[in-house]
């Protein structure tokens, strides 16, 4: 275990379905982010947040809405999804300056 | 427009060469620049880290380096091993150190 987790690891939603992504960490990062990994695609930064406050946005649908009620969690709601939303969602978390990204082990979501 | 570039998708060298990466980028001026470890199905994992000020990281049989003026990372893994087989990302922070943004990647295979 890398100190963030997520769940769940897989998910298959409908694109009429809402589904919650959840992600947790104990490491006392003050920052947690969201990137999405599609297929033959670099990571793609989602949203940023800092000591629970939104500090990016990065041109995402709203279909996808973040939500981090604490410093330790984060949320990421998902609502009318479409197929090409299938993708790896990693959740990482980071205390900035020197030092690197945890991240988690994400969650494999298929839209059908 | 900005760009990140890694020297290609996939390299394959033999069990005890060195392996060498690179990164390169434009239009950006970070601060830092990381190197990441992905495993398939897997979250990835910091690796290494070096400063704008700095040349060369090293820690065990990893090495990085850092080139502002050919806007360029090398990362360099010496004496491989098969477990050394992964994807290394490359990312470079776009807000001095609060955002990073990932390279493609590259596949590495070391054959035994």
């Known amino acids: ?112 | 427009s900005q760009k990140i570039e890694q020297n290609s998708e996939a390299l394959n060298i033999q069990e005890g060469k060195t392996a060498t990466l690179t990164c390169n980028y434009t239009n950006y001026s970070p601060a830092y620049l990381q190197w990441y470890r992905q495993d398939p199905g897997r979250g990835p994992v910091f690796l290494l880290l070096i400063r704008e000020n700095e040349k060369e990281k090293r820690k065990e049989r990893l090495k990085v380096t850092f080139d502002t003026t050919l806007k360029q990372s090398l990362f360099h893994i010496t004496a491989s091993q098969p477990a050394d087989s992964a994807t290394y990302l490359c990312a470079l922070d776009d807000n001095y150190g609060q955002n990073f943004v990932f390279g493609p990647g590259t596949r590495l295979s070391v054959l035994p």
């Open chain 1, 1 to 112: 275990e890398t100190g963030v987790t997520q769940t769940p690891r897989h998910l298959v939603m409908g694109m009429t379905n809402k589904k919650s992504l959840k992600c947790e960490q104990h490491l006392g990062h003050n920052a947690m982010y969201w990137y999405k990994q599609s297929a033959k695609k670099p990571l793609e930064l989602m949203f940023v947040y800092n000591f629970k406050e939104q500090t990016e946005n990065n041109s995402v649908p709203s279909r996808f809405s973040p939500e981090c009620p604490n410093s330790s969690h984060l949320f990421l709601h998902l609502h009318t999804l479409q197929p090409e939303d299938s993708a790896l969602y990693l959740c990482a978390s980071g205390r900035g300056g020197d030092y690197g990204y945890t991240f988690g082990s994400g969650t494999r979501l298929t839209v059908v």
